[in-house]
């Protein structure tokens, strides 16, 4: 599975749209970026995940380049329960394939 | 819908000792999952089931690690002997057949002294 590549941390204000960057640059064709997160003493939680086409969902935007070299997760109101660590991941589709989680951008959500 | 099930949450032991998780995962749901993951790591899979086949045991320390998942459902991961660099958090996931999604629950956080 490819690798990604992501900030250590990031702060966002209350109500404002968090943006999550992340970079796969040697993602293969048939392979899926996916995004969990973690809040604190609990197990992760999935958010969304795509191919090659932006996805929304009741959590959250992915907006993935057109070269699939890198995508953006958008949180479009952030609260202070959206303060987690957030994982990009890349796989294939199916339960085949491994999650192989990094370490993620720990995210901060202020008043 | 209930979500993954696991107990303990916490469990502090002595090393050399054994201890056993256990896990029930989401009802329906195929494939179960452990993990590893220390402080401020991601996550790493010990151990993937297809229904009660182990199909992807390749991260588990096979030495004193040990799993199993009789008639398909619920799940068991043993430690015997416990070591100090054991300490983590134990973490079970399922997922539907077919799908990625997995699904995880709370983990137990285990503590060997």
């Known amino acids: 599975d490819a690798k990604t590549t992501q900030p250590t941390s990031m702060d966002c204000a209350e109500g404002r749209a968090a943006n999550l960057p992340c970079n796969h640059s040697t993602i293969s064709g048939n392979e899926y970026v996916y995004w969990y997160r973690q809040i604190h003493s609990q197990g992760p939680q999935y958010i969304i995940h795509?191919?090659?086409n932006n996805e929304t969902n009741e959590m959250a935007s992915l907006i993935i380049t057109e070269d699939r070299k890198s995508s953006t997760l958008i949180l479009p109101h952030a609260t202070l329960r959206d303060t987690a660590v957030y994982y990009c991941i890349v796989s294939s589709a199916g339960t085949a394939s491994k999650l192989t989680f990094g370490t993620g951008t720990r995210l901060q959500v202020t008043l | 819908e209930a979500g993954v099930v696991q107990s303990p949450r916490y469990k502090i032991i002595e090393k050399k000792q054994p201890v056993a998780f256990w896990c029930n995962p989401i009802?329906?749901?195929?494939?179960l999952y452990w993990y590893l993951q220390n402080l401020g790591q991601g996550p790493e899979l010990l151990i993937r089931?297809?229904?009660?086949?182990?199909?992807?045991d390749s991260q588990l320390p096979k030495d004193r690690f040990s799993a199993e998942r009789l008639k398909g459902v619920d799940s068991t991961l043993k430690i015997q002997p416990a070591e100090l660099g054991d300490s983590a958090v134990y973490l079970c996931?399922?997922?539907?057949?077919?799908?990625?999604?997995?699904?995880f629950g709370p983990g137990t956080r285990l503590t060997v002294l």
């Open positions: 009802s329906g749901h195929n494939t």
């Open positions: 795509g191919l090659k």
């Open positions: 089931y297809e229904n009660e086949e182990a199909v992807d």
């Open positions: 996931a399922s997922s539907p057949e077919g799908e990625n999604e997995q699904f």
